[in-house]
């Protein structure tokens, strides 16, 4: 197995790739301490933005790195026959107070679907949902085709 061929995405192909995806891994970082979860996210592709709603415990290791104002890195990615293909994001958190929403983010919100990672042995009252926008710094995608001949 060898890589045939490896492309960056165009603006284009990375925007339609993220808007027919709803997941990725977020990865957090403050000093030396690194942190990664699977999420949930909407994609607005007019404005190149994320929108996500992170829920988290009280003492939980996620809101410790939510309030510190970490950097942050997104990567979406999937596998479909002998084509690989990746977007990895980077910039900062914004949370976002819902009395602060306009109708165009509650709209990107309604497609941040509900956390499908996330299975919560403490009752729900002691949960904690935030808003969050992501606005990239970076934003860069790739594909790499994989020739799986044994020639």
């Known amino acids: 197995m060898a890589i045939d061929t490896e492309t960056d995405m165009t603006d284009e192909e990375i925007d339609t790739f993220l808007g ?3 997941t990725g891994v977020l990865s957090l970082a403050r000093t030396d301490d690194p942190y990664a979860i699977p999420i949930s996210y909407g994609y607005d ?3 190149r933005e994320f929108y996500m709603r992170l829920v988290s415990t009280p003492d939980s290791e996620k809101r410790e790195f939510l309030h510190s104002t970490p950097d942050a890195r997104l990567v979406v990615y999937d596998e479909d026959g ?10 900062t958190l914004e949370e976002i107070v819902p009395a602060d929403l306009t109708p165009d983010q509650i709209a990107q919100y309604g497609d941040a679907k509900r956390p499908l990672f996330e299975i919560w042995a ?16 970076t934003l860069n995608g790739r594909r790499t ?4 001949s044994d020639d």
């Not at 002998?82 to 910039?91: A, E, K, L, P, Q």
């Open 82 to 91: 002998d084509t690989y293909r990746s977007v990895i994001v980077t910039g």
């Open 122 to 137: 403490e009752g729900k009252k002691d949960l904690d949902i935030e808003l969050y926008r992501f606005v990239p710094e």
């Open 145 to 148: 085709e994989i020739d799986r």
């Open 20 to 22: 027919g995806h709803e």
């Open 45 to 47: 592709d007019e404005n």
